[in-house]
């Protein structure tokens, strides 16, 4: 298993330019999350999915989009660039069962820097 | 108020020594508690959980005092490689949407 794999590794990006983080998970979860992670602080939830067809805003969702059209799958989209956007993104799985651990499995991250 | 909060650092220790964290959280009404480790310019891995006994995995100890509202993790007999930066997470409300990461407490241990 490649387990959460995220393309691309580094992005630089103008302001006002858009981009979609690719994000996916060959294990078979039915959750999905997208969090961004800025220097003294902590991963903040930006959207999260709980299967195929279904997504939902989280912490932090201004300026950001996704779809999941399959169940591997979760591209994030940067509609108009910002310097706020600046940061680390991280995707992330994890199985839904009812006894759970809320382990969640990450993808290794990509370093967004907009100027 | 941070909902959850730790402690930046970093700690500093040598091989060999036991050195703990704490950190924090807000809502009461928690339900859940964990530890990840984050190498640098890595992605978070999962640590332990925290039970409400306390829990203990090999050299780390995991605490949780919900009437002071702070878990804590201990590791004993510290190794090199156990520099990274460890960040605490709690549920508050159930369901993976409701995990909210602390910043994180830097750890470098030095021969």
């Known amino acids: 298993n490649a387990g959460v794999t995220q393309t691309p590794k580094f992005q630089v990006l103008k302001t006002g330019q858009s981009m979609t983080l690719q994000c996916a998970q060959d294990?078979?979860?039915?959750?999905m999350s997208w969090y961004r992670q800025d220097p003294g602080m902590g991963l903040r939830l930006i959207h999260y999915s709980v299967g195929a067809g279904i997504t939902d805003q989280g912490e932090v969702p201004n300026g950001y989009n996704v779809s999941r059209s399959t169940t591997e799958d979760f591209p994030l989209r940067l509609l108009s660039a910002a310097p706020s956007q600046t940061s680390v993104y991280f995707c992330?799985?994890?199985?839904?069962?009812?006894?759970?651990?809320?382990?969640?499995?990450f993808g290794p991250g990509t370093r967004l820097t907009v100027t | 108020r941070k909902e959850v909060e730790q402690d930046p650092g970093p700690f500093n220790v040598p091989e060999g020594a036991t050195v703990a964290f704490n950190c924090t959280y807000s809502?009461?009404?928690?339900?859940?508690f964990f530890w990840y480790r984050q190498d640098c310019r890595k992605e978070p891995k999962l640590l332990m959980s925290?039970?409400?006994s306390g829990n203990e995995d090999g050299r780390f100890t995991a605490q949780l005092n919900r009437a002071s509202q702070y878990i804590s993790l201990l590791i004993r007999d510290s190794k090199l490689s156990d520099s990274a930066t460890y960040l605490c997470?709690?549920?508050?409300?159930?369901?993976?949407?409701?995990?909210?990461f602390g910043a994180g407490t830097r750890l470098a241990v030095h021969p």
């Open positions: 992330a799985s994890s199985p839904l069962r009812s006894s759970v651990s809320y382990e969640q499995y």
């Open positions: 809502n009461s009404a928690s339900q859940s």
């Open positions: 925290v039970y409400s």
């Open positions: 997470v709690v549920n508050t409300a159930g369901g993976y949407n409701k995990l909210i």
């Open positions: 294990m078979n979860h039915e959750y």
